[in-house]
C-alpha cells in the first residue's frame, strides 16, 4: 500500500497540518491555534494532535504514517532536527522537535526551516517545477529565502544557507538584528516599505494620499499606490529597485535561472514584480540575466505543507 | 594498471600541464607560453602539445590517459566544455575545448572555470580537504570565486554560479565591466587597490612613503606598509573591511565554513587577513560567524592542476 506522510508548517499564529500521499495530492487539512504564547508544552501538544487529526480524518493512526515533515521558523538545526530560541515562538528556547515528534509517532521526522520548505513545496508542485536552479524568498516581516542548487536544497555547514533577507546592499547602512549593516531586508521587505515610507514622509512631506492614512503599512502604501499615488507608487518603485538589488547579488553566487516571490509584498503584482525584473535585467550578468524569470509561487499556504512533506519522502536534508 | 590523467591551467600567459595519478601525485610537469596574441590556432597547439608532452615525459601516450581537465578562464559553458570570447585570450572567440582536445587524443576531456579548478585543487590536496562547505576566492585584477557546496563544485544553471567579484557592496556604487553596480572587485580586488590609493592620494594628499613612488601598484601599497606608513596600512585595513563585507554576504546565502584566499593579495598575509576576518566577526550572523575559517590557499600554482584534473578523474561537471 502506498504510504501516506504528514507536512507540518508551524508559523507564529498557526499550526497546520496536511496529509499527503508520495504524488503530492493534499488528501487532508488541519490548521489550530499554535499557543506558543502560552508554553511549550501547549504548542508541542498542538502540533502533535495537528498530525494525529489529519491522519485519522483518512481512517489511518499516525503510527503507520510513512514519515512526519515540519517545516519550523528559524534558527534551527536541521540536521539534528532541533529549534533553536525561534523568536517568533518565545516560549520554545531549544526543543528537540524531530525528537519529540518521533517519540510520539514512532515514525520518521524531517526538520527544516520555514523558508527551505516552501522552496521545495513549490519546485515539486509550484513555480519551480522541474528547475533545478530555483530561489524561493518571501518578503514578510523579514525576508526569508531557500534555494534548490542543482536539483538539491541548499543548507551549507550547519543548516544556515541562503539567508537572503541578510545580504548586504549598502556596507554603510543601518545595522540589522542579524549582526550586518545594509541588510536587503531593511530596504525590501514588507515592514521596509513601511518603515521606509513613514521616514519619507516625515523628512519630505509628499502630496500622498497617505498622509490622511491612520497608519502607515506595506497595505495602506499598497492601496494607495493601486490608487495612483505618485508618492506610494515611487515607494514600490524603490522597494523593487532594492530587491532586485539584493537578487542580482544572490543570482551571481548561486546562478538560479527561476526566482519564485511569496509573501505580503509579493501580492502587489506589478507593481513590485516590474521593478525588480527591471533591476535585473540593468545589473545582470550578459548571457545570465536575459534567461532569468521572477515570477509569483503559486501553492499559498500549500507550498510549506507539500514542501515539508517531500522533505520527509525524500528521507530527510541529507538527500 | 592505474590510470593517469593530466590537468591544465590555460592563463593569459602560459598554459600549465600537470600529469597527476587517482591520488593526487604530480607525476610530471611542462609549461609554455599559450600565444594567445598570436592566433587562436598557435595557442590550441600549444595547449596539445603541453599535454602530450607531461605524458610521454612519463613514457605514455597521450591517447593512454584515463583523462584530461582542462581550467580555462571564463565565460565558459562547462557543460558543453566550450570557451566564449574569453577576455584574457583575445584570439578565441567561442572554442569548442572539449571537442577539439577530445578528436586529438580520443580521451574523455572536461573543461571547468578556472577559479573553479583552484577551488576543488585546494579541496582535494590543499586548504579544503574534507571541507565540504568551502568558498576559494582569487585576488587579483577581478575577484573570481569557486564554490563547493555539501561536497559539490556549484555551478548553477549555466556555470556562471559563485561570481563573487559582482556581489554588491553599494547599491549606490560605480559601474563594473558586469554591467553591476558597487560591485566586491572594484573594492577589494589587486587592481582596486592600487586605484583606491591613487584616487584617496590625489584627493587627501596625505604623508606617506608612496607619493615616492613612480607607480602605485597593489606591490607599492603593500612594500610601503610592511615598512609600517600609515596611509599604507589603512588601505590594507579598508580593502579587507570590504573584502569582509563581500565574504558575509556570500557567507549567509552559502553558509560555508571555510574561505581559502589566494592570488596577490592574499600573499600580503595578516595585513589583508586581519581585518576580514575581524568584519566577519563583526558582521556575521551569530552561530555562524565565529566558526567560519578564513586561510591563505596552500597548493600555488598546482591548485589549478590538481582540480583541472580531480574534475576529469570524477567525470565531469555532472558528478
Same mark, same amino acid.
Given at each position: 500500500? *502506498? ?9 507564529? !499564529?498557526? /499550526? ?11 488528501? =487532508?487539512?488541519? $490548521?489550530?491555534?499554535?499557543?506558543? =504564547?502560552?508554553? =511549550? ?16 480524518? *483518512? ?16 534558527? %534551527? ?20 522537535? $524531530? ?8 515514525? &520518521? /521526522? ?24 530555483? %530561489?524561493?524568498? !518571501? ?12 536539483? +538539491? ?19 554603510? #547602512? &543601518? ?6 549593516? #545594509? ?20 523628512? *519630505?512631506? &509628499?502630496?500622498?494620499?497617505? !498622509? ?6 506595506? $497595505? ?9 499615488? $505618485? ?44 521593478? /525588480? ?15 532569468? +524569470?521572477?515570477?509569483?509561487? =503559486? ?17 530527510? /536534508?541529507?538527500?
Amino acid at each position: 500500500m *502506498e504510504k501516506l506522510f504528514v507536512g507540518v508548517d508551524i508559523g507564529g !499564529t498557526n /499550526v497546520a497540518s496536511g496529509l499527503i500521499d508520495e504524488e503530492g495530492n493534499l488528501l =487532508q487539512r488541519d $490548521k489550530r491555534p499554535i499557543l506558543a =504564547q502560552v508554553s =511549550q508544552d501547549a504548542s508541542l501538544r498542538q502540533i502533535v494532535n495537528g498530525i494525529r487529526m489529519v491522519a485519522e480524518k *483518512e481512517g489511518i493512526s499516525a503510527n503507520e504514517l510513512g514519515g512526519v515533515g515540519i517545516g519550523s521558523p528559524g534558527p %534551527l538545526d536541521p540536521f539534528q532536527g532541533v529549534a533553536l530560541s525561534p523568536v517568533n515562538l518565545p516560549t520554545w528556547g531549544t526543543v528537540p522537535l $524531530k525528537k519529540i515528534v518521533e517519540e510520539e509517532f514512532s515514525v &520518521p /521526522v524531517t526538520v527544516d526551516n520555514d523558508a527551505n520548505v516552501v522552496a521545495v513545496g513549490e519546485r515539486w508542485k509550484g513555480a519551480g517545477r522541474d528547475v533545478d536552479n530555483f %530561489l524561493c524568498a !518571501t518578503l514578510g516581516t523579514g525576508i526569508g529565502g531557500g534555494a534548490i542548487c542543482e536539483g +538539491r536544497l541548499l543548507h551549507g555547514f550547519n543548516g544556515n544557507a541562503v539567508e537572503i533577507g541578510h545580504i548586504t546592499v549598502d556596507f554603510n #547602512g &543601518p545595522r540589522c538584528g542579524s549582526g550586518n549593516y #545594509g541588510c536587503l531586508e531593511l530596504y525590501a521587505s514588507a515592514s521596509a516599505i513601511a518603515r521606509r515610507t513613514s521616514e519619507r514622509m516625515e523628512r *519630505e512631506r &509628499p502630496k500622498s494620499l497617505l !498622509t490622511e492614512a491612520e497608519q502607515i503599512t506595506s $497595505k495602506t502604501v499598497f492601496e494607495a499606490a493601486q490608487r495612483g499615488d $505618485k508618492f506610494a507608487l515611487e515607494m514600490f518603485e524603490e522597494t523593487g529597485f532594492f530587491l532586485g538589488v539584493g537578487l542580482v547579488s544572490a543570482i551571481n553566487l548561486l546562478n538560479v535561472e527561476m526566482v519564485a516571490l511569496t509573501g505580503g509584498l509579493a501580492n502587489a503584482g506589478d507593481l513590485i514584480f516590474n521593478p /525588480v525584473r527591471r533591476t535585473i535585467l540593468e545589473r545582470g550578468f550578459p548571457g545570465v540575466k536575459e534567461k532569468i +524569470r521572477v515570477i509569483p509561487t =503559486q501553492l499559498g499556504e500549500d507550498a510549506a505543507l507539500l514542501g515539508a512533506a517531500k522533505i520527509a519522502i525524500d528521507g530527510g /536534508v541529507f538527500i
